[in-house]
């Protein structure tokens, strides 16, 4: 069996590689192009371990249909495990190697092709609604300029026609014409993925149960899916809070504890759609609200916000590992 660290950049990767059967070690620099070429080269149980990042799909394929096994691994922990203040990419990949051949490989669970293909829709929704809020803020402004204060108002049908009937010239005018044209080109975009959201949500195999909870609708609840993947990966709701990002960072020693800010290390598009939601919920739900009355209170209205998405992820999580739909008074954790 030959097993393989890989030190993985886009423009090329190290490897450092052992035979088992041999104990033949190699280290080796290549490009993209060498990499196709070294890898189809190899004959027989092949083993590659690498961490977890971005842009690597090609990769990921290549080895798939040449029957070799990727174990990506959390870069973090990966990281923490190498003790020398020293880092070179021959180090990386020697150190990928070892934590393989000693079992200590911190490996991460990976989606399939099919639901990173979803992913990526639920992305591009979720950037341009970004965009779509962008440029809205804009057309706010320039009403704002002209004396014209309508917040909410500006969008309906009334308003529009106010805003296209401001006497603007110039580049002043182009620049209101050409934010209003991609606001209708954005708003026709994003209805479009709203239907192939709602289309995809239905046939999943969770999602229709996540939606029973009052304040989530198709995107948050496929969203929440794809993310956690696979509800035993998670023993308990702590550990689904701490991976989406939305339990307090901690440094606590001594018998004194320290708490800051959320940690914010999961998935910022999941976490931003749990805050959004749990306004929603905050409305709907009489537990929910009296909660998120109180600490707004006694805090602040944005800890107040990510206190009720927190909650609301614990619930979406137990809703899945039960397999039963929202009750009111019935969750746990």
Known sequence: MKIIGCDFHPGFQQIAMVDTETGEHMEKRLMPTEAIQFYSQLHGPVLVGMEGCGNTLWFERLLAELGHDLWLGDAGKIRALEVRKQKT???????????????????????????????????????????????????????????????????????????????????????????????????????????AVEEAARKDAVAPLLQTH??????????????????????????????????????????????????????????????????????????????????????????AKVMVARKLAVRLYWMWRTQQPYKRHSHAG
């Open 89 to 195: 990419d021959r180090r990386d990949a020697e150190l990928l190697l070892r934590l393989l051949e000693e079992g200590r490989f911190p490996r991460l669970w990976v989606p399939n092709l099919e639901q990173r293909d979803l992913r990526q829709m639920l992305l591009h929704r979720f950037k341009l609604v970004g965009m779509k809020r962008q440029v809205k803020n804009q057309l706010q402004h320039l009403a704002l300029n002209q004396g014209m204060q309508r917040k909410a108002k500006l969008w309906n049908q009334a308003g529009r026609k106010l805003l296209q009937e401001l006497p603007l010239s110039g580049w002043t005018a182009r620049r209101r014409e050409e934010l209003l044209s991609l606001l209708d080109d954005l708003e026709q975009k994003v209805g479009e993925l709203d239907e």
């Open 214 to 303: 009052p304040g989530v609708g198709p995107v948050t609840a496929l969203t929440f899916s794809l993310t956690l993947g696979q509800i035993e990966r998670f023993a308990h709701s702590r550990q689904v809070v701490s991976y989406l990002g939305l339990n307090p960072a901690e440094h606590s020693s001594g018998g004194r504890q320290r708490l800051g800010r959320i940690s914010k290390q999961g998935n910022p598009m999941l976490r931003s759609l749990l805050v959004e939601a749990g306004q929603t919920t905050a409305r709907l739900e009489p537990e929910l609200k009296r909660a998120y009355q109180r600490l707004k209170r006694r805090k602040h209205s944005a800890v």
